[in-house]
């Protein structure tokens, strides 16, 4: 059995990730494909503490975040990521070290320094799929959920973390408009898929 594929999720806040993800495991499956999928800010110890103080509308310390959040990902990757890879499964994420590059890159961290940190340990993406829609829609689709903003979700730091993922420029980065209807965007995703399968 080959190792399967590793790919990857990103975009600001309430660009309808999961939705997507959801639709694309439905789709493999379909394809004979076993598909494991998962998020990170995980819900383990470390994830939580990052995820908690957002939630109560004040973030860590930036450098804080960045410990936390390697240490969670350490853990996901030898924990879940590895193992369904070396199975042979696909494993769709919901945000991974790429999410660090932009979010913690727009708090003010060397973009480069953190790929570098991240890659040390963690697996490169196969495809990571940037789904890309302008902030204000996104925010509005935060709100329509029908919850309060936690401290990520602000538009001018949503400003600078779309900003770094448009530099972003790895053979495996995908950018996909995600502002038409859920199945356009599926479908521009399906496409992309078809040089992993
Ligand atoms: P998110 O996927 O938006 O969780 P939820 O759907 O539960 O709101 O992730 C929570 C926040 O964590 C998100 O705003 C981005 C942030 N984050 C980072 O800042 N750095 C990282 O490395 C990761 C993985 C997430």
């Keep these: 059995m080959g190792r399967g594929k590793l790919i990857v999720f990103e975009g600001v806040d309430g660009t309808g990730k999961s939705t997507q993800i959801g639709l694309l495991k439905q789709y493999l499956e379909e394809q004979g494909k076993e598909v494991v999928t998962s998020f990170e800010p995980t819900h383990g110890e470390w994830g939580r503490r990052v995820r908690a103080a957002a939630a109560s509308g004040q973030r860590l310390e930036v450098q804080k975040e960045v410990e936390y959040l390697l240490r969670d990902r350490r853990e996901h990757v030898q924990k879940v990521i590895l193992p369904a890879l070396t199975e042979g499964k696909w494993v769709l994420l919901d945000r991974y070290y790429p999410s660090m590059m932009a979010y913690q890159g727009a708090t003010g961290e060397d973009v480069e320094e953190i790929r570098r940190r991240n890659e040390a340990f963690a697996p490169a993406p196969d495809?990571?799929?940037?789904?890309?829609?302008?902030?204000?829609?996104?925010?509005?689709?935060?709100?329509?959920?029908?919850?309060?903003?936690?401290?990520?979700?602000?538009?001018?730091?949503?400003?600078?973390?779309?900003r770094i993922y448009a530099t972003m420029d790895t053979p495996w980065w995908r950018r996909i408009p995600a502002v038409g209807e859920v199945m356009e965007t599926q479908t521009l995703i399906r496409r992309e898929m078809i040089t992993c399968l």
């Design 127 to 162: 495809m990571a799929i940037w789904l890309d829609i302008p902030v204000q829609e996104a925010l509005r689709r935060v709100q329509n959920r029908g919850r309060e903003k936690d401290a990520f979700e602000q538009a001018n730091f949503l400003e600078a973390v779309a």
